[in-house]
């Protein structure tokens, strides 16, 4: 099996004043003061977006019970769910946001970008053990069929990975294929995503708004639509990272800044979950009577969620649900 990271971006750790950033080999801090310069500039670097129809094959590794995979994986049903028509606002209504770069775009001969959930994969005895490195986690996402396929690895709360909670809460890249991967060529490459369940290791970092943040004003924290404070997190971030996958897969797609610290469409709104947001406030939020759990989108399966914003290029503003 022969494969290699050819393209990798960081989902960083969520602070107050830093948010949602990337950042790569170099870190890029968002301030407040750069969210007041005026409309982001984002750019079309002329390669290929993700089209037609890809599956989200999940990879889970580490103990997850089976309520916590159901809250991921029927986010991911949701994404391209036709049933949530009514049911506003809904994650189909946020991902429909992505279009808009597709349409700038215009690539010929195009098929519209259409998610489904793949096939699932436990790896519940560490195979790798409970220390992972990155070369570790894309061998992981080599698991997942490669052809049309998003492969999505998710580690557990008692994992460790390589710069997790340090710099980063999750990262989306791509890596040439394997031979039994069931790639078109040997020169085919997949896109990945990571993202680790940050509960016992940083939710003050990449569970907020679930949790207090480490720094700044200690405002109490929201309840998490599906009462899992590491889980809720965890769409957050695989929320942010699967939008800059469509948008920009293998680092030549649609971002705006340095390729080695790029903002792409979810990361450009850090920290934004509903109108009127400013650093350490998500925003705006529809609030469930029944449990006090706020959210901004409602899933397949009557689940709540709570979405980051995504940059609208037509606009160069933030937008956000509801």
Same mark, same amino acid.
């Given at each position: 099996m ?10 960083p750790?969520?602070?107050?004043? =830093?948010?949602?950033?990337?950042l790569?080999s170099a ?8 969210q007041?310069?005026? +409309? ?7 390669g &290929?977006? /993700?089209t037609?129809r ?6 889970? %590794? @580490?103990?997850f019970?089976? $309520? ?5 994986s029927?986010?991911?049903a949701?994404v ?8 506003? &606002? *809904?994650?189909?209504t946020?991902?429909k ?5 597709f349409?700038?775009?215009k ?5 519209p970008l ?6 699932? =994969?436990?790896?519940?005895?560490? *195979?790798l053990g ?6 570790? =986690?894309?061998?992981?996402a $080599? ?5 049309d ?7 557990s709360?008692d ?5 997790f909670?340090?710099?980063?809460c999750?990262?989306? @890249?791509?890596?040439?294929? *394997?031979?039994?991967g069931?790639?078109?060529s040997?020169?085919s490459?997949?896109a990945?995503i ?7 290791q ?6 907020? &708004?679930?949790h207090? +943040?480490? %720094? ?5 924290p ?10 809720? @997190?965890?769409? =957050?971030?695989l929320?942010s990272?699967?939008?800059g ?11 705006q800044?340095?390729?080695?610290a ?19 406030y998500?925003?705006? /939020? ?5 449990t006090?759990?706020s ?12 979405? +980051?914003?995504l ?9 956000t649900? &509801?």
């Amino acid at each position: 099996m022969a494969f290699f990271v050819s393209s990798h971006f960081v989902l960083p750790v969520l602070v107050l004043l =830093i948010s949602i950033n990337r950042l790569s080999s170099a870190a890029r801090v968002l301030s407040v003061s750069d969210q007041t310069q005026g +409309p982001l500039l984002f750019q079309y670097h002329n390669g &290929p977006l /993700l089209t037609g129809r890809i599956s989200v094959n999940l990879i889970w %590794y @580490g103990k997850f019970r089976p $309520s916590q995979r159901a809250i991921v994986s029927d986010f991911i049903a949701s994404v391209s769910s036709r049933k949530l028509a009514t049911a506003q &606002p *809904s994650v189909a209504t946020w991902w429909k946001a992505t279009e808009k770069y597709f349409n700038l775009v215009k690539q010929r001969r195009a098929s519209p970008l259409l998610l489904s959930l793949g096939t699932q =994969i436990l790896d519940e005895k560490y *195979s790798l053990g409970r220390s992972l490195s990155d070369k570790q =986690i894309v061998k992981l996402a $080599s698991k997942g069929g490669q052809k049309d396929a998003i492969n999505v690895v998710l580690t557990s709360s008692d994992v460790a990975v390589e710069g997790f909670c340090l710099n980063k809460c999750g990262t989306h @890249g791509s890596a040439l294929g *394997s031979k039994s991967g069931n790639m078109k060529s040997k020169n085919s490459r997949f896109a990945y995503i990571w993202v680790g369940n940050s509960e016992t290791q940083c939710p003050g970092y990449c569970a907020w &708004p679930f949790h207090q +943040p480490i %720094y700044g004003p200690q405002s109490p924290p929201l309840v998490a639509p599906n009462n899992d404070v590491g889980l809720d @997190g965890m769409v =957050i971030n695989l929320a942010s990272l699967l939008a800059g996958t469509a948008t920009n897969p293998f680092g030549n797609g649609y971002f705006q800044g340095p390729k080695e610290a790029p903002l792409e469409a979810a990361s450009a709104c850090p920290g934004i979950y509903g109108k009127g947001a400013y650093p350490g406030y998500a925003g705006e /939020l529809l609030v469930d009577s029944a449990t006090g759990a706020s959210y901004n989108a409602r899933g397949v399966s009557g689940r709540k969620y709570l979405l +980051p914003a995504l940059f609208d290029p037509s606009t160069s503003t933030c937008s956000t649900l &509801p």
